[in-house]
Every structure is written in C-alpha cells, then in structure tokens.
C-alpha cells in the first residue's frame, strides 16, 4: 500500500499541533483527548504507474486527526488507544500514460478530475513497560484503512484491516515539562509494507489535582505499499 522512501517522505514534512486533556498518570486510570493539524504532502502513484503530483497534481492538503486513550494500573490488561487520521486531496491534472482503472481506459494527455482518501482508523493495545522519567510503550494496532482512489469517473475503495507493531517513547527534560518524543506503527508482509511515524517535541503540565494539559508540535511521515489484491486498487504512496 505505498512504499516508503526517504524521498517521499521529506514532502510530509509538517507540523502537528496536539491538545491533550486528562486525568491521570501511568499509575492511575485515566483518560487522554487529543486532537491535532498535520500540514501533510503527497506523493508517489496510484494504479498502474499513474503520478499522484505530476499527472494528478494530488499534492496533499491539510490532514486532521484525534485520538482517545485510556491507561489504567492492572498489569495484566493492556492500554487502549483509539486514533483516526483523515488524509484527502482533489485535483485535475493531465494524464502522461494510457492505462486501464476499473474497467475505463485513460489516454495519454487526457485531462483528469482524481481525488484520493487515505483515512484510517486505529486500534491500539499497548503496554507501558518503562515509566520513570522516560515512557516506553510497546504494543500492536489494527489500522483499518477506509479510502478511495476516483481518477474520472472511474472509482474504487482502497479498503483493509493492517495488522501492525506499535512503539511509542517519551523523554522528559527536567524541570522544565519539555519532552521529546517519537511514535511508530510499522508492518512488513508479501511485499506490502506500512511505515507511519513520529518525531515530536511538547510541554506538558504535570499535576495531581487539575486535568493535564499538553502542546506538542512535530514530523509525521506515513507510507504504504500495496497491490490490488489486498487493498483494491494498487497504490504506492508517502505522505
């Protein structure tokens, strides 16, 4: 579903603004809302070779996401991390190569209306194996991937459920509610490969008594690599 290169990925340099309310600490139950901007690009191709930028001009627009987490002290129950990612563009471009999508044929040099969607949502079960100063998490994800790719009016959902590992790691500087911090979710099978990840920087409140509050800004990049017969439609595609 999209391959991820080094190259891609630079265009989804961004920020990423989240607001976090909550509760409570590793130790104690509690529940964390956050919502963010993420300022992303895309790039790479969908179908058969056909270019997402230079045919399409699918260059990426704003992207939006949230999530709900809630953590509690048992040892033997995971965490749960609810996420959703809404990632869409539209545009008209000219088509460079002939080819068939979903039984219409494109001709070179023909002019295109294309959207595409990328929305996923995530479902995350992790355990929080280090609290001390520095947050290691380790867990697994279900992302289940809900788009679509429409070049013309020829359409097809991309759809499927991505089993993926997931790591989140956090470091506190002292004094000061500054941290760093960096989240990945990544699966590799049959030559399909999903890399989605962060680094971030933020400050917090830390308290025991009124909600927590957090800003953090940072650099997502995801990519996927996939054929058609696991997704609908091939796509090799960075954001």
């Given at each position: ?28 139950l ?41 953590e ?8 749960i ?8 563009d539209?545009a ?5 190569t ?8 494109f ?23 280090v ?7 380790l867990?697994?994800t279900?992302?289940?991937l809900?788009g679509?790719?429409?070049i ?17 790691g956090?470091f506190?500087?002292?004094?000061s ?32 008594i ?6 953090e ?23």
């Amino acid at each position: 579903m999209g391959r991820c290169t080094s190259l891609m990925f630079m265009a989804a340099l961004g920020c990423v603004l989240v607001f976090a309310g909550g509760a409570a600490r590793a130790d104690f139950l509690g529940v964390y809302v956050g919502g963010g901007y993420w300022n992303a690009s895309l790039d790479g191709d969908v179908v058969a070779n056909v270019d997402l930028d230079n045919e399409l001009r699918l260059d990426g627009d704003a992207a939006n996401s949230f999530y709900v987490r809630f953590e509690h002290p048992v040892p033997v129950l995971p965490n749960i991390r609810l996420a959703r990612t809404s990632i869409t563009d539209s545009a008209t471009g000219t088509l460079a190569t002939n080819f068939t999508f979903n039984g219409q044929t494109f001709t070179a040099s023909q002019p295109v209306a294309a959207d595409i969607d990328l929305t996923h949502t995530d479902v995350t079960l992790y355990y929080e194996l280090v609290d001390i100063g520095f947050d290691l998490d380790l867990g697994v994800t279900g992302r289940w991937l809900a788009g679509e790719v429409a070049i013309g009016s020829a359409q097809e959902d991309v759809e499927g459920l991505l089993p993926m590992l997931y790591a989140h790691g956090k470091f506190g500087l002292p004094f000061s509610g500054m941290y760093l911090g960096a989240e990945a979710n990544a699966i590799s099978y049959s030559g399909n490969r999903v890399l989605d990840y962060a680094l971030k920087v933020g400050w917090e409140t830390e308290n025991f008594i009124l909600p927590e509050f957090g800003i953090e800004a940072g650099y997502r990049r995801f990519g996927i690599e996939g054929d058609e017969g696991d997704i609908d439609v091939g796509v090799d595609v960075a954001v």
